[in-house]
């Protein structure tokens, strides 16, 4: 073996594709029973329907290698990501557009007299002054907005009212001054045709990549444990950089997901893939509906059966699934310590979204694999 990847989500794979191809041998670890990290998806047992087990996975890039590269293992099909969402029982167009705007103050508004309304009502507090997130998003775009849209699914995802929560956590909120409801702005945009599992199969498919499942890099009862090979053979490292150090400089803080998902007898239960919930009586953040993300398999899946899946957000204890960093300033200091003692780790490179503290879409993992690939390994 002539390098040791751990973890097998979108970075570890595409490093590891990359070390094949050159003719290097590569061991792929990973804790799960699974590869693919946080994209795998499997078929649902009862209906076959697709289901993204670690919450939605809409793949969007505007990088030209990128997208060429990911090609070579898929196609892709012509989805297109739209996200509604229900306050009160009414169902908006997100992210906020004219459409939003004119269905919730019941007008016809163009879009400089929607753009006048909103800069109007965003007047009572100045961005760069608000003391919490509150504050900070009735300046961005108004009280009526925010409090709709903004400040209970906040509340949600953080656990937290958002007026205890740091201005910084939202720099912006986009409001869209047409009726453009297409959420990615991004060059191109689509779903694997034949889902994520084969995508991510086909880049583990080389004689030159060995992997092994439910191998834990710190259970000393496995061959392949840190103790045993570190300064031993090159190492990519992706699982949580704190981890990694044994908490030496502290634990930094992530939110997780908790997922319930159900089988209805029902052809069709929200009309599209994603339904948030903007309001504090209902529990969950949103509901996916996995059929939606493939129109075009309608003949394959079942007409009068669907699968839901309700997602719920908090904060991660050490044993949960790190999601999200929260990225107090506490977590920055200490992210700076791990990136320290990460330049004295004698051939061992961390990356990936768990090993850089980072939240990273797919297409920014992949390329910042590709990057670690020719400028430090290749
Ligand atoms: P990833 O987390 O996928 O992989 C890390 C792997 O390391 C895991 O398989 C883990 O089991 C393994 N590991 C950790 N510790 C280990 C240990 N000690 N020993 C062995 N293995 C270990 N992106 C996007 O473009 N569009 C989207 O819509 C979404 N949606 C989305 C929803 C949710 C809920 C999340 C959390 C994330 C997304 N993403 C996304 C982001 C996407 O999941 C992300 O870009 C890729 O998973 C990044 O891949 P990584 O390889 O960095 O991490």
Redesign the pocket.
Known sequence: MDLLI????????TIAERAAASGRKVTV????PH?????YSEDDATTGIEVHK???????TSNPSVWEYVNRFTTFTNYVHRVYTNHKGVVFPLPINLGTINQFFRAAYTPDEARALVHEQAGEFDAKEAANLEEKGIALIGRPLYEAFIRDYTAKQWQTDPKDLPAEVISRLPVRYNYDNRYFNDTWEGLPTDGYTAWLERMADHPNIEVQLD????DESQPLNKKATVGQVQIVY???VD?YFDYAEGALSWRT?DFEREVLDVGDFQGTSVMNYADADVPYTRIHEFKHFHPERADRYPGDKTVIMREFSRFASRDDEP??PVNTPEDRAGLLAYRELAKGEKDVLF?????TYQ???????IGSALSMWNNQLA
Request: glycine residues 22%; proline residues 2%; charged residues 15%.
């Open positions: 751990v973890g097998s989500g979108f970075f570890g794979l670890i990973d804790r799960r590869i693919g990290g946080n994209a670690y919450g939605a996975h809409l793949f969007h191998t834990d890099f710190f992706t699982g949580p981890r997901l999601y999200y990356g990936g979204r768990l090993g939240y990273l879409d797919m297409h920014m993992a």
